[in-house]
């Protein structure tokens, strides 16, 4: 992923997202309070990134030692 906002990301990958979580938006203001929770998950996620990566030196070094959490996305 090449973005660093969630409104950023297509309303195509949003809408497989809410079709993969089984998301029946028949209240607006659901789709306003979801967004507002996904906009949320992905700044903390970007931070979590950003901490770790601050840790390390190099570009190589960054390339080499992704977090521990995202390790196992790195070979798919």
Do not use: C
């Amino acid at each position: 992923m090449t973005t660093s906002k969630w409104k950023n990301i297509s309303t195509e990958v949003k809408e497989a997202i809410k079709a993969e979580l089984m998301i029946h938006l028949e209240v607006p203001s659901m789709f306003d309070n979801i967004t507002r929770l996904w906009n949320q998950r992905f700044k903390e996620w970007k931070y979590k990134l950003r901490i770790h990566y601050k840790t390390l030196e190099t570009h190589e070094e960054a390339l080499n030692n992704s977090p521990h959490a995202f390790g196992h996305r790195m070979n798919e």
